[in-house]
């Protein structure tokens, strides 16, 4: 079956450093692919989306392309603040399926 | 536009009872979805439901189940509960039916069950 692998946190780093969490996929068709942050105490929020190959998605500073040769969608961050720390969730969604595969989630963890 | 709520957004219930949890979509989203986040086995698709039809079901026992309503508005019921059942309940609502279509979530409903 589909499964989405996401590198172990925590990830700590100090303020405006460069960020990257990795995720790789498994999938048999050509799922979309998707960040889901979530905050302490809340849901999960969309960070951004890919739906095709070399797509990039993008928000708030926050990159991923969808690699379909190394079934990757890593996230990058170029300059990560403290209202970043949050945990980071890869996710997958095949062609037609609201049925959404997640990741373990990374947490991140910014200090000042 | 108002978000996904969900109610309630906390529940105290005891082994063997069962509780029902609801979910508004956002206006317009036909297709609501459920999961369940715990931090042994993380988020879990639990069911989907579009037109009030369940599409899609996950790997969970017949206890969980679930249903939606003309308005999109759904519900899901968890009989007989069990000490695993304590979880974070996501609910999470989308426009159609497309892969690609971003689903968005609720707070969540926190359950214990003791």
């Known amino acids: 079956g589909d499964s989405v692998t996401q590198m172990e946190g925590p990830v700590t780093l100090s303020e405006e450093a460069f960020l990257t969490i990795n995720c790789t996929y498994t999938?048999?068709?050509?799922?979309?692919l998707f960040w889901y942050v979530q905050y302490p105490g809340e849901g999960l929020q969309l960070l951004l989306k890919a739906t095709k190959a070399d797509d990039k998605g993008s928000n708030k500073g926050f990159e991923a392309t969808y690699r379909k040769e190394t079934t990757s969608f890593h996230l990058e961050k170029g300059s990560v603040q403290v209202s970043d720390s949050a945990v980071y969730f890869c996710a997958l969604s095949e062609t037609g399926f609201q049925k959404l595969v997640f990741g373990t989630g990374t947490r991140l963890l910014v200090s000042p | 536009k108002a978000g996904v709520t969900q109610t309630p957004r906390y529940l105290i219930k005891t082994r063997g009872q069962q509780v029902t949890l609801s979910c508004s979509p956002i206006?317009?989203?036909?297709?609501v979805s459920w999961y369940q986040q715990t931090p042994g086995q993380g988020l879990q698709f639990l069911f989907e439901?579009?037109?009030?039809?369940?599409?899609n079901k996950g790997n969970f026992p017949g206890r969980f189940s679930g249903r939606q309503f003309s308005n999109s508005r759904s519900e899901m019921n968890v009989s007989t509960l069990e000490l695993g059942d304590s979880a974070l309940y996501l609910c999470?609502?989308?426009?159609?039916?497309?892969?690609?279509?971003?689903?968005?979530f609720g707070p969540g409903t926190r359950l214990t069950v003791l």
């Open positions: 206006s317009g989203h036909r297709s």
């Open positions: 999938a048999t068709g050509y799922p979309s």
């Open positions: 439901y579009f037109s009030e039809t369940q599409r």
């Open positions: 999470a609502s989308s426009y159609g039916l497309a892969g690609a279509d971003t689903q968005y």
